[in-house]
């Protein structure tokens, strides 16, 4: 069964520095997405994607992070100055078609990103 | 805003026994409502999915109802197992001009053997 994948599963950085998250969505979908999850709470939504465009993005999702589908597989989510509260696990998803009831979100396993 | 509710205390029954989780949602009437399971480290994995005019669904010893008037959703597993045990996540779809599916807290269910 196809799946999501993301790399690298744990990322260590220092505050203050650039990280890059990435993602390669199943192949067949159309649409993406970035939750996060800090430990011990719940999933929280973080932005979609579609059509080389955010569709929607939470409060979260400030200047400090950018997505992108740089190629015709990876989508990427880049924190540009890491905060010590930015550490959390974050989830890449991607979908068929929402909207239509018949298209839930497939999840990866996550990467683990930890601020020092 | 929108807000879903799941009961935040964990859950533990006896293995063979119907587990019963809630789900509440307040400030929106969704067209459909998803079920995930979620294990220690894991991704969520999507379980089901129930529309408003539907008022249950199955699939194998999952059993999710749907009630748009009480805004709430019960999602059964019966014949309980160990490997049962994961946290559940109940899901909504906004449609507030683009895509955003937000997910309650879960609640953790331990199956005793």
């Known amino acids: 069964e196809p799946e999501v994948t993301q790399t690298p599963s744990h990322q260590v950085t220092q505050m203050g520095q650039e990280v890059i998250l990435r993602c390669v969505p199943i192949?067949?979908?159309?649409?993406f997405y970035w939750y996060r999850q800090i430990l011990g709470q719940k999933v929280e939504f973080l932005v979609s994607?579609?059509?080389?465009?955010?569709?929607?993005k939470s409060e979260i999702f400030d200047d400090q992070f950018s997505v992108e589908r740089p190629d015709g597989s990876n989508f990427t989510l880049k924190i540009r100055s890491t905060k010590l509260e930015d550490s959390a696990m974050y989830f890449c998803?991607?979908?068929?078609?929402?909207?239509?009831?018949?298209?839930?979100?497939?999840f990866g396993n996550g990467t683990r990103l930890t601020v020092t | 805003s929108q807000k879903i509710e799941q009961n935040s205390e964990a859950l533990n029954i006896q293995e063979g026994k119907t587990a019963t989780l809630t789900c509440n949602y307040t400030n929106y009437s969704p067209a459909y409502l998803q079920w995930y399971r979620q294990d220690p480290g894991r991704g969520p994995v999507f379980l089901l999915l129930i529309r408003e005019n539907e008022k249950e669904k199955r699939k194998e010893r999952l059993k999710v109802t749907f009630d748009t008037t009480l805004k709430q959703s019960l999602f059964h597993i019966t014949a309980s197992q160990p490997a049962d045990s994961a946290t559940y996540l109940c899901a909504l779809d906004l449609h507030t001009g683009g895509f955003k599916t937000i997910f309650g807290a879960g609640t953790r269910l331990f199956v005793k053997a």
């Open positions: 998803a991607s979908s068929e078609a929402p909207g239509q009831g018949n298209s839930p979100l497939h």
């Open positions: 994607f579609y059509n080389n465009e955010i569709s929607e």
């Open positions: 192949s067949n979908h159309l649409y």
